[in-house]
């Protein structure tokens, strides 16, 4: 027992010898790391410290249907600021320097901050908007803009810049732009972008005192056709801070570049690619020693739109003319309607539902958003009483004022209440309801007297209308206004569509006097102009109700691969929210015919209301004119047309604001006409390769 016990005891002491071994083994060698060799051993761990960065992918291109680009993509240079180890004074000095190389360039400081142009006061709307923007920052809603100031000056360390006011304040836009997005030395904000040549050479000269600064070529995207295709096309933006909250999973920065209006922001998810990964080597003031690409970038998938750039610019001419001729009485000899102010133009494919041009007036420059807005730019477009970012197609409703008579003439055809060769008379005033008159009589003492359907339309009889009206009551009005999608979204991949409006759905209380509005277009229906322009293209193929479209396909150039049909289809679904089928309306094709002899009557008969517009064209144009009353100011303008009668292909709505009659608004279509049916595919062709050319864009 004694032996064993020795044994024990010995192994233990052996153990116990090694153990204390191995502990002097460990605290000789963390001494001599952490003392002897410790300065070397930190100076090269922050030689090695690494640094993962986006590459960030470039933006899918937009093409119009015969690829022309719409927006596209060229190299800018871009500045950025890292949280970088050095003492507070060093890092404001660089930030001094900084601002100093880009004014004196012609550069400027990019940031979030909120303060005016002039420097002189901060930028907000509303009084409402600042005291939450000061909440937010944890300031006393009381603070003027000078205390604010004083209070980020004390903040950022910056009184012995006190020499130049301006100087403070660029340096406070980018302080507060990096604490904004919590900028480190793994992470920085960008705070300028696209600077010119001469301030990327002297940021190079001085690189080596500019710590945390750095540049980077990038790819901006630019709109060669900016105003044209504002409301279409859309423009980007840096992503908000709330949307990177959202949007940080999905492999969004803080930095990202994303779609904030029209198709750019609709299919952000197929433009946007799939950005790269480069890590860098780094010190602690920043500095780059070697630099990786870990993953390369995926550009994004290029959107092909339906619509056509030649066709969209005549659209865009013809409107604007039109109401600047309205209002200085140059395009109607002694006519001037002084308050015609703004419109729209839809011109869709009457048998795909293609959308071939859509117009809005006033529009905007999307360039002005990409390297961020100006705050005067922006507060010019805002307060800007014509609404210039309103995409009036299909966000804004109008009365479709007479251009609704074919709809109830087709109503009253269907329903047997009328017939196509029926002829009522017009009195002058109507006997029923609150005894309304028709306009002729109104204005010139006079009436229709015996019209059919299709000699009703011609002359835009009330009368008749009236009748037809009382005869099939408010619900087959509306039924028919849904029949022919009108009060409902037609599921177009844009943001912010408009429902519209039909005069009695889900009224209990309902007057005959209503339904005699009702049947000439003016009560309470409203409707946008992308929902008439699919009920004319319905009247014009005979009777087909197509889901309109803007997107014609998207591909991708490095795959050579396309997005399925039906992967686009479940996209635009799901995106608007809108199930709209297309479908045949099954009407007798005597009853078409005769609401489309009437609309051809308007164009091509002597007494037709457009017949001095259309009669020198040799395009056989049919179509309709409608004047709505509004509650102030001159009435809107509306006319609706197809062409060619005989074999129709395209459809066209303009809608003036205040435009005064539907007849002077026929002008805006007349060159809409002429262009599509006299364009050939070698002029597209030829202006693809001149777009290419013009603008130097990359392909």
């Known amino acids: 027992?004694?032996?064993?016990?020795?044994?024990?005891?010995?192994?233990?002491?052996?153990?116990?010898?090694?153990?204390?071994?191995?502990?002097?083994?460990?605290?000789?060698t963390l001494f001599n790391l952490q003392i002897i060799e410790g300065e070397t051993y930190r100076k090269t761990s922050e030689t090695r410290m690494v640094r993962s960065e986006t590459i960030t992918a470039s933006r899918g291109k937009v093409y119009d249907r015969n690829g022309i680009a719409l927006a596209t993509n060229v190299?800018?240079?871009?500045?950025?600021?890292?949280?970088?180890?050095?003492?507070?004074?060093?890092?404001?000095?660089?930030?001094?320097?900084?601002?100093?190389?880009?004014?004196?360039?012609?550069?400027?400081?990019?940031?979030?901050?909120?303060?005016?142009?002039?420097?002189?006061?901060?930028?907000?709307?509303?009084?409402?908007?600042?005291?939450?923007?000061?909440?937010?920052?944890?300031?006393?809603?009381?603070?003027?803009?000078?205390?604010i100031i004083e209070y980020y000056i004390e903040k950022y360390d910056l009184s012995k810049y006190s020499y130049d006011k301006a100087l403070q304040i660029d340096m406070i836009k980018i302080k507060y732009e990096?604490?904004?997005?919590?900028?480190?030395?793994?992470?920085?904000?960008?705070?300028?972008?696209?600077?010119?040549?001469?301030?990327?050479?002297?940021?190079?000269?001085?690189?080596?005192?500019?710590?945390?600064?750095?540049?980077?070529?990038?790819?901006?995207?630019y709109y060669p056709y900016s105003n044209l295709f504002s409301h279409v096309v859309g423009y980007v933006g840096k992503i908000s801070s709330s949307d990177y909250k959202e949007k940080k999973d999905e492999g969004y920065t803080i930095n990202s570049i994303v779609g904030s209006s029209g198709i750019e922001h609709s299919y952000e998810k197929y433009l946007k690619g799939t950005d790269g990964k480069v890590q860098y080597e780094i010190d602690s003031k920043g500095t780059v020693s070697t630099e990786k690409v870990t993953q390369e970038a995926i550009a994004g998938n290029d959107v092909t739109l339906t619509v056509d750039y030649r066709l969209q610019k005549v659209a865009d001419e013809a409107l604007e003319t039109c109401i600047k001729g309205l209002r200085d009485g140059t395009l109607i000899k002694d006519r001037i309607v002084e308050d015609a102010s703004a419109g729209a133009v839809v011109v869709l494919d009457v048998q795909t539902g293609e959308v071939l041009a859509m117009s809005n007036y006033p529009n905007y420059n999307t360039n002005l958003f990409v390297n961020g807005i100006e705050s005067d730019d922006w507060n010019a477009i805002i307060n800007d009483p014509l609404k210039p970012m309103l995409n009036r197609s299909i966000s804004e409703h109008y009365s479709p004022g007479s251009t609704f008579k074919m709809l109830v003439g087709i109503a009253g055809l269907e329903n047997g209440?009328?017939?196509?060769?029926?002829?009522?008379?017009?009195?002058?005033?109507?006997?029923?309801?609150?005894?309304?008159?028709?306009?002729?009589?109104?204005?010139?003492?006079?009436?229709?007297?015996?019209?059919?359907?299709?000699?009703?339309?011609?002359?835009?009889?009330?009368?008749?209308?009236?009748?037809v009206g009382r005869r099939i009551g408010i619900s087959e009005i509306i039924k028919y206004c849904k029949i022919f999608g009108l009060g409902q979204k037609t599921g177009i991949e844009l943001a912010q569509e408009d429902t519209g409006k039909i005069a009695g759905e889900g009224i209990d209380e309902w007057y005959l006097g209503q339904t005699l509005s009702a049947a000439i277009g003016q009560a309470e229906s409203v409707f946008t102009p992308i929902q008439i322009a699919n009920y004319i293209s319905a009247i014009a193929n005979g009777g087909r109700l197509n889901k309109v479209s803007l997107i014609k396909s998207i591909d991708n150039e490095s795959s050579g691969k396309s997005v399925p049909l039906s992967e686009l289809e479940e996209y635009s679904k799901k995106y608007t929210g809108v199930e709209f089928e297309e479908r045949n309306l099954d009407i007798k094709e005597e009853y078409m015919n005769a609401i489309k002899e009437g609309m051809l009557s308007v164009t091509n008969e002597?007494?037709?209301?457009?017949?001095?517009?259309?009669?020198?064209?040799?395009?056989?144009?049919?179509?309709?004119?409608?004047?709505?009353?509004?509650?102030?100011?001159?009435?809107n303008g509306i006319f609706v047309g197809f062409a060619p009668y005989d074999n129709p292909k395209i459809a066209v709505v303009a809608v003036i604001e205040h435009g005064g009659d539907g007849t002077y608004t026929a002008r805006v279509v007349e060159p809409i006409m002429e262009e599509y049916f006299n364009m050939t595919q070698q002029d597209k062709q030829n202006e693809r390769q001149q777009n290419v050319v013009k603008n130097g864009v990359i392909f």
């Open 1 to 28: 027992m004694q032996k064993i016990f020795n044994i024990v005891n010995n192994r233990y002491l052996i153990l116990t010898v090694i153990t204390i071994l191995i502990s002097i083994l460990f605290i000789f």
């Open 75 to 147: 190299l800018s240079c871009d500045v950025k600021i890292y949280n970088v180890k050095a003492e507070v004074e060093e890092k404001n000095d660089a930030i001094a320097k900084l601002v100093t190389i880009l004014k004196s360039n012609g550069d400027k400081v990019y940031s979030s901050f909120p303060i005016n142009e002039e420097m002189t006061g901060f930028n907000f709307s509303t009084k409402e908007a600042e005291d939450k923007w000061k909440e937010e920052m944890e300031l006393d809603t009381s603070m003027d803009f000078d205390k």
């Open 178 to 221: 990096g604490n904004l997005y919590a900028y480190s030395l793994f992470s920085g904000v960008t705070i300028a972008k696209d600077i010119s040549e001469e301030s990327i050479a002297k940021i190079e000269e001085q690189k080596n005192t500019l710590y945390g600064v750095t540049t980077s070529k990038v790819s901006k995207r």
């Open 417 to 467: 209440a009328i017939t196509v060769d029926e002829k009522i008379l017009d009195t002058g005033v109507y006997q029923y309801g609150h005894k309304p008159k028709c306009w002729i009589y109104s204005q010139y003492g006079r009436t229709h007297g015996y019209v059919n359907v299709a000699n009703a339309i011609k002359g835009s009889c009330n009368c008749f209308f009236y009748e």
């Open 606 to 635: 002597t007494g037709g209301t457009t017949y001095t517009v259309f009669k020198n064209s040799n395009i056989k144009v049919a179509g309709k004119t409608g004047t709505s009353q509004v509650s102030s100011g001159s009435n």
